[in-house]
Nanobody, 120 residues
Framework: QVHLVESGGGLVQPGGSLRLSCAASGSIFSISSMGWYRQAPGKQLEVVADIKSGGSTNYAVSVKGRFTISRDNDKKTVYLQMNSLKPEDTAVYYC??????????????WGQGTQVTVSS
């Protein structure tokens, strides 16, 4: 069984910063990619950023230059440093991991979500 546990959400003023963390635990053989998605009220789930096992990253256009994704492979943890936050960044942020539980069994796993609210 695999668990993804997120932390670091909260309320912040526009222009502020937050750092999200997501730790994977359980029966994990290897992790291919990890990433962050978000869903704002009334909107579809969208990808925010992802990072491959080799370190290559991708960002949504709306967060490029403001958010930084990083990963600690030894700790099986992914981070999202969010700077210059805007009210439109308000959403529930979900951690995702594309991983192998055995050499051949690969699947997607999701965290429970953490609320980020940007408001004055």
């Amino acid at each position: 069984q695999v668990h993804l546990v997120e932390s670091g959400g909260g309320l912040v003023q526009p222009g502020g910063s937050l750092r999200l963390s997501c730790a994977a635990s359980g029966s994990i053989f290897s992790i291919s990619s990890m990433g962050w998605y978000r869903q704002a009220p009334g909107k579809q789930l969208e990808v925010v950023a992802d990072i491959k096992s080799g370190g290559s990253t991708n960002y949504a256009v709306s967060v490029k230059g403001r958010f930084t994704i990083s990963r600690d492979n030894d700790k099986k943890t992914v981070y999202l440093q969010m700077n210059s936050l805007k009210p439109e960044d308000t959403a529930v942020y979900y951690c995702n991991a594309d991983l192998f539980t055995t050499r051949w069994a690969r699947d997607d796993y999701w965290g429970q979500g953490t609320q980020v609210t940007v408001s004055s």
